[in-house]
């Protein structure tokens, strides 16, 4: 079946550090990827998107590889701010309807 | 930019009562989608809405749910006896069209909590 697996959370960095969340996923024939976030005590919000393999999904900073090969759809970005703090959801989508969803990421930043 | 908007931001109801979840979806979007997330678990598909009907749905969505695009504007979720485990934030969402690399919109969610 179609799945999304997240590493799991709280990651906590310091402001201006290195960020990768990673995601990998399993899926019959070819989704497209999707990252959302939300920020405290607000909705989901569309990131950046990929649709199909080598594509690159870049947004405010942040940018992900579709990598086939290895199934994954990596999250980074080079300098974090402490407003980056929120929740970060990988997601798939097929043809179908329905988006498959990662538990989730909770990011800490610290000044 | 549009967005999607969801009323009430927060709804409390009593065990057995009907709740009526309410949204508003980006005016030139056709598919419209219901997502729910209990607290402190993943993201659930409940049902998705094209051309004034159900195109899927999930386990979840039995028959103490319902859809409604009683307009040309909202789209509502109905919940007719509320359960304990009902408890959860319901997030709308909307797209333009059906496929898959069609990105969803959200709004805020409301917050459903049964007591």
């Known amino acids: 079946g179609n799945s999304v697996t997240q590493m799991e959370g709280p990651v906590t960095l310091s402001e201006e550090a290195f960020l990768t969340i990673n995601c990998t996923y399993t899926a019959t024939g070819y989704p497209s990827l999707f990252w959302y976030v939300q920020y405290p005590g607000e909705g989901l919000q569309l990131l950046l998107k990929a649709t199909k393999a080598d594509d690159k999904g870049s947004n405010k900073g942040f940018e992900a590889t579709y990598r086939k090969e290895t199934t994954s759809f990596h999250l980074e970005k080079g300098s974090v701010q402490v407003s980056d703090s929120a929740v970060y959801f990988c997601a798939l989508r097929r043809s179908n309807y329905q988006l498959i969803w990662g538990a989730g990421t909770k990011l800490i930043i610290k000044p | 930019e549009p967005e999607v908007t969801q009323t009430p931001s927060h709804q409390v109801t009593q065990m057995g009562q009907e709740v009526i979840l309410r949204c508003v979806p980006i005016?030139?979007?056709?598919?419209f989608y219901w997502y729910r997330q209990i607290l402190g678990q993943k993201v659930e598909f409940l049902v998705s809405?094209?051309?004034?009907?159900?195109?899927?749905k999930s386990e979840i969505f039995d028959d103490q749910f319902s859809v409604e695009r009683p307009d040309g504007s909202n789209f509502t979720l109905k919940i007719r006896s509320t359960k304990l485990e009902d408890s959860a934030m319901y997030f709308c969402?909307?797209?333009?069209?059906?496929?898959?690399?069609?990105?969803?919109?959200f709004g805020n969610g409301t917050r459903l909590t049964v007591t």
């Open positions: 005016s030139n979007h056709l598919y």
């Open positions: 809405f094209y051309n004034n009907e159900i195109s899927e």
């Open positions: 969402a909307s797209s333009e069209e059906g496929t898959g690399n069609s990105p969803l919109h």
